[in-house]
């Protein structure tokens, strides 16, 4: 039956995915994609740290094609590590961040954890963040803490399909804690996020116009502009002989009072010249 082979392959990718959590640890692992092709099978890892994953030439990929070869009998398995670029949109990285960080502070400093990552988490444009860590967290009887910020859907299909949901476990000396991660992306349409279209452009319509009639407009238009000209070259004449007549005026008007004063001064020369004579003769 072809619905068996269905089963059987997806049991297979499931187990794959199971294989490469528990062997790739602190990487920064997201999920696995699984492509088959005539040349063999394409198994795409998306990770934060792909480095990690390659190791020094290449050995740990190497490793990796051989288990996948031998173990889960893959036909000539080709591995592919893809960069998650932005890692605090990713749920699963987050709690395995959160496991990390965890494993290597010690229960005493879960509050500080949560919060930090909580706070990153919001920082890259996410709609809410949901972190539960359950255990023996700070003492010995085991409890829930749950730290929550911004909205996020509980119920529904958006709850179901879009909301992304990532489990981790941290080993510590009390025990193990479980952690639950919930992150409800910035790119998700609600349903009642309504955004109104604008109103239709009225249709432009375009006239053709002839060659002839473009002629006649430029023709028109240079006319316009030479008689432009020409009025501004005739007023520009008339106020520089109005100017001029101005300044031969102001000139001319000295040169009358000079001789007025110099007919006044005449006489008086003349009536000093007689008085003096008179004098003389006197004498």
Same mark, same amino acid.
């Given at each position: ?10 049991? @297979? ?140 859907? @509980? ?56 060659? @002839? ?52 001064? @005449? ?17």
């Amino acid at each position: 039956m072809i619905e068996r082979e269905f089963v059987k392959q997806k049991l @297979k990718e499931f187990e794959i995915r199971e294989y490469l959590e528990k062997n790739l640890k602190r990487v920064g692992y997201s999920t696995t994609k699984i492509k088959r092709s005539p040349l063999g099978d394409k198994v795409i890892i998306y990770a934060s740290r792909p480095g990690l994953i390659i190791g020094r030439q290449g050995a740990n990929i190497k490793t990796l094609t051989k288990a996948l070869k031998n173990r889960f009998k893959l036909e000539n398995p080709q591995i592919e590590i893809e960069e998650i670029k932005k890692i605090y949109e990713d749920a699963q990285i987050v709690a395995e961040e959160i496991a990390n960080n965890l494993e290597r502070y010690g229960p005493q400093r879960f509050k500080g954890i949560g919060h930090r990552v909580m706070t990153r988490v919001l920082e890259t444009g996410s709609l809410g963040v949901e972190i539960l860590i359950s255990g023996k967290i700070p003492s010995s009887r085991s409890k829930t803490w749950r730290f929550y910020a911004g909205y996020l859907k @509980k119920c529904g299909d958006i709850a179901v399909s879009y909301v992304k949901k990532a489990y981790a476990t941290a080993e510590l000396k009390t025990g193990t804690v479980g952690i639950i991660v919930k992150i409800m992306p910035s790119n998700i349409r609600l349903p009642y996020d309504i955004r109104l279209i604008g109103e239709p452009d009225e249709e432009v319509i375009e006239e053709v116009i002839e060659e @002839k009639e473009v002629e006649k407009v430029e023709e028109e238009i240079k006319s316009v502009a030479e008689k432009q000209e020409e009025a501004t070259k005739e007023e520009v004449e008339k106020i520089t002989e109005k100017e001029e007549k101005k300044v031969v005026k102001k000139v001319a008007k000295p040169k009358k009072e000079t001789k007025k004063k110099a007919e006044e001064k @005449k006489p008086a020369t003349k009536k000093k010249t007689a008085s003096s004579s008179k004098k003389k003769k006197e004498d």
